[in-house]
């Protein structure tokens, strides 16, 4: 199910904090974000984050944004209030081989599904980013550019990127020739640059075609690195 409860419309102009604010009015208090972070990612996990902020001045998070719009600092000072103030977080991590075995499409949903199963206390609504997700045990809505527009899916999508930032920077330990450190596995020159010189490294995800292309590779299933 993805939408609004009926009779309950979110103005535009409502702010961060507009979407949980309406949904309380309705009477619905448990208000679960969940995103993703890595997508688009050619090498490492797959990380999803949920988030249950609390009603008032308790669930207002100094300087919340969609994680893609902060600077890494602002993303760790957000991060660590979101655990202080949650009623309920999670985070799932689904390692490249996972990716790869089960596709970037069904890999994210499940990541979705596992992290709002995984949260200490039931929601009763979930947003979600972009698009609906079924089985997720309550109804919920998607949101477009959730990340942007409601502050659970806002608070979601900076636990996923912190998480995920703080794994690739561990993976550029162990494989320092990609530079994992700096793009986090996403395409840039200087990955591709490495990914021509060294060839894939065990944590690149092997159904991207660049890095198939780098693998000398050509038939097997294929996503787009973005």
């Known amino acids: 199910m993805s939408t609004l409860p009926r009779g ?4 535009r102009d409502a702010g961060l904090y507009g ?20 997508r688009g990612a050619c090498a490492g996990p797959l990380v999803a984050g949920a988030a249950i ?4 001045k308790a669930g207002i998070v100094p300087g919340l944004a969609d994680s893609k719009l902060l600077r890494a600092k602002a993303r760790e000072r957000c991060y660590e209030q979101i655990v202080k103030r949650a009623i309920a977080w999670s985070v799932v991590v689904m390692s490249h081989e996972e990716c790869d075995r089960l596709g970037m ?11 709002v199963a995984k949260l200490d206390v039931a929601p009763s609504y979930v947003l979600t980013d972009g698009f609906p997700v079924d089985g997720l045990g309550a109804p919920g809505l998607a949101v477009w550019k959730g990340d942007r527009v409601a502050a659970c899916v806002a608070a979601a999508s900076v ?6 930032d703080r794994l ?10 990609y530079d994992f450190k700096t793009h986090k596995g996403y395409i840039t020159p200087t990955h591709t640059a490495a990914l021509d010189e060294h060839g894939p490294s065990p944590v690149h995800r092997m159904r991207f075609v ?3 292309r780098a693998a000398g590779l050509e038939d097997g299933p294929i996503e787009s690195a973005s």
């Open 8 to 11: 309950l419309t979110v103005r």
């Open 19 to 38: 979407y949980e604010r309406a949904l309380r009015r309705h009477g619905i208090e448990l208000i679960a974000g969940v995103d993703e972070a890595g």
């Open 53 to 56: 902020l609390p009603a008032g």
């Open 105 to 115: 499409h069904v890999v994210n949903i499940e990541a979705l599904r596992r992290a």
């Open 159 to 164: 636990l996923a990127k912190v998480t995920r």
């Open 168 to 177: 690739m920077d561990e993976l550029d330990g162990e494989w320092p020739a």
């Open 210 to 212: 660049n890095v198939r």
